[in-house]
C-alpha cells in the first residue's frame, strides 16, 4: 500500500518561498503526482502534476511562473512543490496525490488520482 506524506508547510510573509515534500512508500512506479490545494470555503484546487516516464508538467494559471514541479530522482520516492513570490491567496491546505495507473493532464483532475495524503498547512500574510 503506497503511503502519501506531506511536509514543508508553514507560514510565511507574502513574497516569501516554501518547498513542499511528498514523500512515498511505493515499491512499485507511479505513472503522476500532483499537487492540490483546498482553501476554507473553496473547492479543491489542482495546482501542478508532473508525469512519470515522459516528464511533462502542468500548473494552474494562479501559479504558472511561480511554482516548480520535480522528482527527486528516478525512484520519485520524493515529489517537490517549490513555492515562490507567495501571496495570500495561496492560503491554503496542500494535499499531494499520486497514480500507478494513469498520467495527469492540464485539466488537472483529482479523478487522475487514486492516492492521497493528508495535506500540509500554508499560511500566506503580513
Known amino acids: 500500500q503506497v503511503r502519501l506524506v506531506e511536509s514543508g508547510g508553514g507560514s510565511v510573509q507574502p513574497g516569501g518561498s516554501l518547498r513542499l515534500t511528498c514523500a512515498t512508500s511505493?515499491?512499485?512506479?507511479?505513472?503522476?503526482v500532483g499537487w492540490f490545494r483546498q482553501a476554507p470555503g473553496k473547492e479543491r484546487e489542482g495546482v501542478a502534476c508532473?508525469?512519470?516516464?515522459?516528464?511533462?508538467?502542468?500548473f494552474t494559471d494562479a501559479v504558472k511562473g511561480r511554482f516548480a514541479i520535480s522528482a527527486e530522482d528516478e525512484f520519485w520516492n520524493a515529489v517537490y512543490l517549490q513555492m515562490d513570490s507567495l501571496i495570500p491567496d495561496d492560503t491554503a491546505i496542500y494535499l499531494c496525490?499520486?497514480?500507478?495507473?494513469?498520467?495527469?493532464?492540464?485539466?488537472?483532475?483529482?479523478?487522475?488520482?487514486?492516492?492521497w495524503g493528508q495535506g500540509t498547512q500554508v499560511t500566506v500574510s503580513p
Open positions: 496525490a499520486a497514480s500507478a495507473s494513469s498520467f495527469c493532464s492540464d485539466q488537472l483532475s483529482p479523478q487522475d488520482f487514486h492516492l
Open positions: 511505493s515499491h512499485s512506479k507511479l505513472s503522476a
Open positions: 508532473i508525469n512519470n516516464y515522459i516528464g511533462t508538467t502542468y
